[in-house]
């Protein structure tokens, strides 16, 4: 094996020709007419790319409506959430400090709903059929008007006769919303859809007694559809209140509230499992 090693110097020869080679001209090993032509090239060719993008953004930007997003993910049905926001309730009745944050956080989410700001904002609407303000072709309809849901309408759970919501008797209020939706139009069998809470197989006998509020755990119709953000601004979620009357105390319940409501459209798929429904943990405990 021949080692014909190379010297340090003979290395930084090489390397300094390459990046300058005085015999042909050549700078890292092209010359200035080649070096040239690439950079005319990459010119030109980004000035393509960045007009092709600036075409379709455009292009785009004028199919795009302001007041409704094109694509939407097409749920079934859509989200729930409780108030307060918790995946378990858990406090200790004679404890103000264990459920004075979730009085808190109900009289925050209820303060928007306060029945002088929804006199304010919204309107009365005829109960039991969609607010319709539809578009008429070109013509906008903006803004649109929002329909009442007042504070007092939850009664025992709007923290107005009771600002401690129930808790402090062992008798929690919880609220819950649907996300919304722009668009969708729920109903149950031509009807309002309603709110139902059961609790997990094993945990029935400790739910007890339950009320809500609106009676029936109705979300009237009049509060569909949702026209978005922008086309009605002043739009109020409608909610209903669940107060657990006789729940047992010091025990685990899992329940689970859903959105009676005829499917929509009939997907199946997994995502959608937990769409329409919300689960979480209740625990009352008492020292007593
Ligand atoms: C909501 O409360 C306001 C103010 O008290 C009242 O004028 C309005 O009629 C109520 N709306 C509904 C739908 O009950
Ligand atoms: C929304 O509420 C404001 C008051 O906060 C009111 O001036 C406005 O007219 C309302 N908009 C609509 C479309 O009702
Ligand atoms: C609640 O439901 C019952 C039976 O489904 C019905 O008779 C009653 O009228 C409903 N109440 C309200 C306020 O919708
Ligand atoms: C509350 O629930 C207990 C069982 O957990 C039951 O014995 C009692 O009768 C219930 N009270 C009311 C008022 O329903």
Known sequence: MAKDKKSCGDT???????????????????TATSWGLILLFYLVFYIFLGGMFILTMY????????????????LAMPGMMIRPRAL??????????????????????????????????????PPDQNFLQEDSGEVRNNPKRSCQFNRSMLLDCSGLKDPSYGYNVGKPCILIKLNRVIGLKPT????????????????????????????????????????????????????VAIKFLNVTHN??????CKINADKIEATGEERDKFAGRVSFKLRVNTKN
């Open 12 to 30: 930084m020869d090489e390397w300094k020709e390459f990046v300058w080679n005085p015999r042909t001209h050549e700078f890292l090993g092209r």
């Open 59 to 74: 292009v785009m930007l004028q199919t795009l409506d302001e007041y409704k997003p094109t694509y939407q993910d097409r």
């Open 88 to 125: 378990e309730i858990v406090y200790t009745v004679e404890d103000v400090e264990t459920w004075d944050i979730y009085v808190k956080s109900l009289d925050d989410f209820l303060t928007p709903y306060n029945d002088a700001q929804q006199a304010q904002t919204s309107v009365e609407c």
């Open 188 to 239: 149950k069998d031509g009807l309002s859809p309603y709110i139902t809470c059961a609790a997990k197989r094993e945990d029935t006998e400790s739910l007890g007694e339950l009320e809500y509020f609106p009676p029936n755990g109705t979300l009237n119709l009049m509060y569909f559809p949702y026209y978005g953000k922008k086309a009605q601004v002043n739009y109020s979620q409608p909610l």
């Open 251 to 256: 025990e685990d319940i899992n329940v689970e």
